[in-house]
């Protein structure tokens, strides 16, 4: 348990968490929406520090970031809890667990860093819940790897308010946001939250830091899979974000509050896929299913094929260091060619001694 940043006290004694858009006022012994921020008595506190529900060896594709050290691991944890109350939730078990629920690690920076080098593994992932609500614990852990010579990537939502967002990022080297959908309608309505903050969140992230960025939609079938909407997305980003932003359409499968909606066709994502390339997007990619072309990484230029994928393997790797054959420099951060090989997409499971 750490004393928290980002909040004040109202004149009723209350404690206003300016952390998230959702600007919770939590009364004494309470905790805010995401469960892991409590008043206790008068200060609010991070539960979440220091205590993670679990660590895994991930392919860092599977974050997805196929832009950003392609082809290695990432060491990936979460914590309990979440500010968002999406109802189709895939990581429900956690995202909506309180900590006395969850089976919690105790694990510090310096545990946690340490981890990442004995797997030799080159980055660190903040993920599986939303790593916005214990950025005191984010903040300490990427401060300590990038002093070890590790990246760090958040996975997240984006929602985050202005005032703590420079602190949550200062050393973050890459994010992969989940843009969940491209109207208010879905937000509110399935997620309990709004657009206008992540679609900031974004701006910031692009325009004004020097984070590598990537995005992800999730379709869900009837819900935001309208090819009009897709489109809006897609012109947002061009005129946003640029041509270079890669964009993941990932399929959805029926999960906690969401069990009617059948999975995704792997027609949709396809779909979805080729309106974003007309409209000018670059770098485009499906995942969640089997399809290989979607999961390839094309030269712009000239449309060789550069990194082929298969699910989250690596088959076969055409880029010299950031550029094609053909002299097209790839946006990104890639390890040198020799370090780069197909591997296996097993999964570790790793847990504090």
């Known amino acids: 348990m750490k004393e928290a940043l980002w909040w004040r006290t109202e004149a009723d004694g209350r404690i206003l968490c300016t952390l998230c858009p959702r600007f919770c006022r939590i009364g004494k012994g309470q905790a805010g929406f995401c469960y892991i921020r409590k008043n206790i008595d ?30 290695t691991g990432i060491l990936s944890f979460g914590t309990a809890g979440c500010n968002l109350g ?20 105790s694990a510090g920076p310096e545990e946690v860093v340490q981890l990442a080098l004995t797997h030799n593994v080159p980055s660190i992932a903040f993920t599986y819940n939303d790593p ?12 300590l790897a990038r002093e070890c010579g590790l990246k760090s990537v958040m996975v997240t939502a984006g929602y985050i308010t202005p005032e703590a967002r420079p602190e949550v990022y200062r050393y973050i ?45 999730l379709m869900i079938p009837g819900e935001n899979d309208d090819p009009d909407e897709t489109k809006q997305l897609c012109r947002w980003v061009l005129e946003n ?45 499906v995942g969640n299913v089997l399809d290989d072309e979607g999961q390839t990484t094309f030269c712009p230029s000239c449309g060789r094929a550069l990194i082929r994928r298969s699910w989250h393997d ?5 880029l010299i260091e950031s550029h094609c054959p053909c002299g097209q420099k790839i946006p990104g951060y890639f390890p040198a060619r020799e370090k780069t090989a197909p591997r296996s997409r097993a999964r570790s499971i790793l847990q504090m001694q």
């Open 42 to 71: 008068g200060k609010l506190y991070s539960l979440g520090y220091g205590k993670p529900t679990g660590f895994a060896i991930d392919p860092i594709e599977k974050k997805p970031l196929n832009h950003f050290l392609p082809g």
């Open 241 to 285: 974000l640029g041509d270079s932003v890669p964009l993941h359409f990932t399929a959805f499968h029926p999960d906690f509050k969401m069990i009617d909606k059948p999975r995704t066709p792997v027609a949709t994502l396809r779909r979805a896929r080729q309106i974003a390339l007309s409209t000018g997007v670059k770098y485009c990619y």
């Open 314 to 318: 690596i088959l076969d790797y055409q």
């Open 173 to 217: 080297d890459a994010a992969n946001v989940d843009l969940k959908a491209f109207t208010e309608r879905f937000y509110h309505k399935l997620t309990f939250s709004h657009l206008d903050p992540v679609l900031d969140t974004l701006k910031w992230l692009k325009n004004e830091t020097g984070i590598w960025l990537e995005i992800t939609n």
């Open 132 to 143: 916005v609500i214990w950025g005191e614990f984010v903040i300490d852990v990427s401060r």
């Open 86 to 105: 999406c109802r189709f939730c895939q990581n429900w078990s956690i995202s909506k667990a309180k900590l006395d629920d969850a089976q919690s690690l």
